[in-house]
């Protein structure tokens, strides 16, 4: 029996991020961090891996007056700031640590990111 392959689908506001190893004070990226926040662990780094779709928006159709002429509804979101591919620094116990096929993980909410770090694209 082949075994169906699978794949971690995040949701919500929530980010799925790699995290840095390393106990150093500057972060791959180049940003460098306070000894205090290293220390107690309060802060730490790691790349955005995958993003989830937002908050759900309330749906403005669902008080129209005629709510059976009402095409098919799509959701809508609350768009995410954080990218796949950013650098995050966030707190440390907002984070919530999964393994998914042997490699470690963190599930942070977007509101426990306190910044994030992206290449810049040039501008033609």
Same mark, same amino acid.
């Given at each position: 029996m082949d075994s169906i392959p699978k794949e971690l689908q995040?949701?919500?506001d929530r980010v799925l991020i790699t995290p840095e190893e390393g106990d150093e004070q500057r972060t791959k990226v180049g940003l460098y961090l306070p000894a205090? $926040? %290293?220390?107690?662990?309060?802060?730490?780094?790691?790349l955005i891996?995958?993003?989830g779709p937002g908050n759900p928006l309330p749906d403005p159709s669902v008080f129209d007056e005629e709510p059976w002429r009402a095409a098919?509804?799509?959701?809508?979101?609350?768009?995410m700031q954080a990218r796949v591919g950013d650098h995050a620094?966030?707190?440390?116990?907002? $984070? %919530?640590e999964v393994s998914f096929e042997d490699k470690r993980y963190l599930v942070v909410p977007q509101?426990?990111?306190?910044?994030l770090v992206r290449d810049r694209i040039?501008?033609?």
């Open positions: 995040v949701v919500g205090t $926040a %290293v220390d107690a662990q309060q802060v730490q780094t790691g891996v995958g993003v098919e509804r799509t959701p809508r979101h609350q768009p620094i966030f707190f440390r116990k907002a $984070a %919530v509101a426990a990111i306190l910044v040039p501008l033609p």
